[in-house]
């Protein structure tokens, strides 16, 4: 995602105030050229507003203050930077607001939530952060910010190679070619640092799959895709099927492709596994006869993102302890008619976009949420329905395999009721188990004590 185009260096300023609200007015100030038709002071009072029903502070003393608003541009963005810190209630003590990045949208703007998730994730990159933080001036700040807005900001040590990978790279592709590959899958997380990869022979498309997110017009090797899935396992190619069941979801892979893939085991900067995986023999019992793996009305990334964040608390858990939560995705009208709440709805009463999943600053209070019993009713677009809801579907005949339990036998239940997806987190063994039409596909295995 580039919004290079949208930084201007005018628009970058190092800021004189210590407390947010002044900050705020003097980031305002320099988008009026932009803004001339709307009331400055009406923008402060949004913004503030905003911070006072949830905090936009990321970390590291980053804060990602955003509005959508009647205009005719799509983004104005303005950046300030306080050598002193800046106080803030949602920050922590020794961590001061140190930058403010300010995201105003045109109320029309559809892709809002997906540059909203773009820019926290770069701003989650501590390498990146400290390079804005410690820019001995503000062209060079300026620099830094718009070659990362630009998606090329420096991710990557220096390039790890060595003859075996050399090889192992190019064997890869041979073999792709001479077993009627279609794709070749690299995945990138085998090491620390960046990797030299050969220029691709003409007709083979190559594929990244990484837990960092990289555009892969940037990436040396120019891969074709570049696919963003967490691991939290240190096994080889622990991703493979997560990575296929989001090229799926994406169109980027069909259910006809043999993907020959590349990796090794996990920061180890050293490829040492080739594998042959066609994807129809892999998700056989998991299509049965159907070629639609998503449901109708269900977004892609929205189910991307939902992976995520289950995927994020089976490792995590809260306060140190596991979690096991639920969550239901898509004919969400459906779903709530076979459902019941256990406790008050703690997302009534919330616009749909403060309350969507592709908003990054709902991460955490998913997380916080899981704790309660019941499921998650989450819309196809997104929108989270409901947290604690009691699912309550026709039982459906079938057999889960031994110490899964009352949760992933409701996950089963409502994956063949209804037109959905669901995905189960087992607090027990941290497994990640998703759900379409009542079969079960095991997302993440479980963990080894």
């Not at 296929?244 to 043999?258: C, E, P, S």
């Not at 031994?402 to 995905?423: F, M, P, Q």
């Amino acid at each position: 995602m580039r919004l290079d185009k949208y930084l201007i260096r005018g628009r970058v300023v190092g800021l004189e105030s210590g407390e947010m609200e002044p900050a705020l007015e003097e980031l305002v100030n320099l988008t009026l050229d932009r803004l001339s038709d709307l009331d400055k002071e009406s923008l402060i009072k949004r913004l503030l507003r905003r911070e006072s029903t949830m905090t936009t502070y990321l970390g590291l003393g980053v804060a990602l203050p955003h509005m959508r608003t009647k205009m005719n541009r799509r983004y104005v963005i303005a950046v300030g930077r306080s050598h002193y810190g800046i106080r803030y209630d949602g920050a922590i003590e020794n961590d001061p607001v140190r930058l403010i990045i300010m995201l105003i949208a045109g109320d029309k703007t559809r892709d809002y939530l997906r540059v909203l998730g773009a820019l926290a994730n770069l701003f989650k990159e501590q390498s990146f952060v400290q390079s804005l933080v410690r820019a001995p001036d503000l062209d060079t700040l300026y620099e830094h910010l718009h070659s990362g807005f630009g998606g090329i900001a420096p991710k990557f040590v220096p390039a790890v190679e060595n003859l075996v990978n050399r090889i192992v790279l190019r064997q890869a592709e041979s073999v792709a070619l001479r077993t009627s590959c279609r794709v070749l899958m690299v995945f990138g997380d085998t090491f620390t640092g960046n990797f030299l990869a050969p220029k691709w022979r003409a007709g083979l498309k190559t594929i990244l799959v990484s837990r960092n997110l990289a555009e892969a017009e940037d990436h040396p090797g120019h891969y074709a895709e570049t696919i963003q899935v967490r691991s939290f396992s240190n096994q080889r190619m622990a991703q493979l099927r997560s990575a296929v069941l989001v090229g799926l979801m994406r169109g980027i892979l069909v259910f006809t492709d043999r993907v020959c893939c590349v990796g090794g085991i996990a920061a180890s900067n050293q490829f040492d596994t080739l594998v042959v995986v066609d994807i129809e023999k892999e998700f056989q019992t998991f299509l049965i006869g159907h070629a639609d793996l998503l449901p109708r009305d269900v977004n892609p990334e929205v189910l991307e993102r939902v992976i995520s964040v289950a995927t994020e608390l089976a490792v995590e858990g809260r306060e140190g302890r596991p979690i096991g939560c639920f969550f239901v995705v898509g004919d969400a009208d459906r779903v709530d008619r076979m459902s019941k709440p256990l406790v008050l709805n703690p997302f009534h009463g919330y616009r749909a976009q403060d309350r969507n999943i592709l908003n990054p600053f709902m991460d955490e209070t998913v997380k916080e949420f899981s704790s309660i019993d019941g499921a998650f009713i989450i819309r196809g677009d997104g929108t989270l329905e409901a947290a604690g809801a009691l699912i309550q579907a026709s039982d459906y005949d079938h057999a889960l395999p031994g110490g899964l339990g009352s949760r992933h036998a409701a996950a089963a239940a409502i994956s063949v009721a209804a037109d959905c997806i669901a995905i189960a987190v087992s607090s027990s063994s941290g497994q990640v188990t998703l759900f379409r039409r009542g079969v079960m596909l095991p997302l993440a295995e479980r963990k080894v004590t």
